[in-house]
């Protein structure tokens, strides 16, 4: 859970339609919180940019004697608070009144198989001129690998 003292929220219009690679167009809402990474997110947005981009040499901002030709990810970034997908509104649960419009169901391969989870966040990142990110982050749910026969759910 985030502490609101140190989010500064502003309600002006920062919509962002984004293409993606895999001819997705979506948008970002309106409604928007910069604010601080904390110390989990920016390490794993570090580590999965650095895969993605490895050609950025993103580097942590506190690590101590970089390389000269690497840049730092910076610390502050921007959470929408939804995104709309195919007319389809979904909410970033962290800034979300409540959950139900944060589950999704996303398709991993094309095979379609798929995986459930819940929108947490979703992220914008101004990394100076030459590099902006957009990420969603999420919470993927497990298949329950027990039988269920034998207790209260199995008459559901």
């Given at each position: 859970?985030?502490t609101v003292s140190h989010?500064?929220?502003c309600?002006c219009?920062y919509h962002?339609?984004?293409y993606?690679?895999?001819?997705?167009?979506f948008?970002?809402g309106a409604?928007?919180?910069?604010q601080?990474l904390?110390?989990?997110?920016?390490?794993?947005?570090l580590?999965?940019?650095?895969m993605?981009?490895p050609?950025?040499?993103?580097?942590s901002l506190i690590?101590q004697?970089?390389?000269?030709?690497?840049t730092?990810?910076l610390?502050?970034?921007?959470?929408f608070?939804?995104?709309?997908?195919?007319q389809?509104?979904y909410?970033a649960?962290?800034?979300a009144?409540n959950?139900?419009?944060s589950?999704?169901?996303v398709?991993?391969s094309?095979l379609?198989d798929?995986?459930?989870?819940?929108?947490?966040?979703?992220?914008?990142?101004?990394?100076g001129?030459d590099?902006t990110?957009?990420?969603?982050?999420f919470?993927?749910?497990c298949?329950?690998?027990?039988?269920l026969?034998d207790?209260?759910?199995?008459a559901?």
């Amino acid at each position: 859970m985030r502490t609101v003292s140190h989010l500064a929220t502003c309600k002006c219009c920062y919509h962002l339609l984004i293409y993606h690679p895999d001819g997705i167009t979506f948008s970002l809402g309106a409604r928007y919180e910069e604010q601080t990474l904390d110390s989990n997110l920016y390490g794993m947005l570090l580590r999965h940019l650095s895969m993605l981009f490895p050609q950025i040499c993103l580097r942590s901002l506190i690590e101590q004697n970089p390389a000269p030709d690497t840049t730092p990810l910076l610390n502050k970034a921007i959470f929408f608070d939804y995104a709309v997908v195919h007319q389809h509104r979904y909410y970033a649960s962290n800034h979300a009144r409540n959950s139900t419009g944060s589950l999704v169901e996303v398709i991993v391969s094309e095979l379609g198989d798929t995986w459930v989870g819940e929108l947490t966040d979703l992220i914008h990142i101004n990394q100076g001129p030459d590099h902006t990110f957009t990420l969603r982050h999420f919470h993927w749910f497990c298949p329950l690998g027990m039988d269920l026969s034998d207790t209260i759910w199995s008459a559901l």
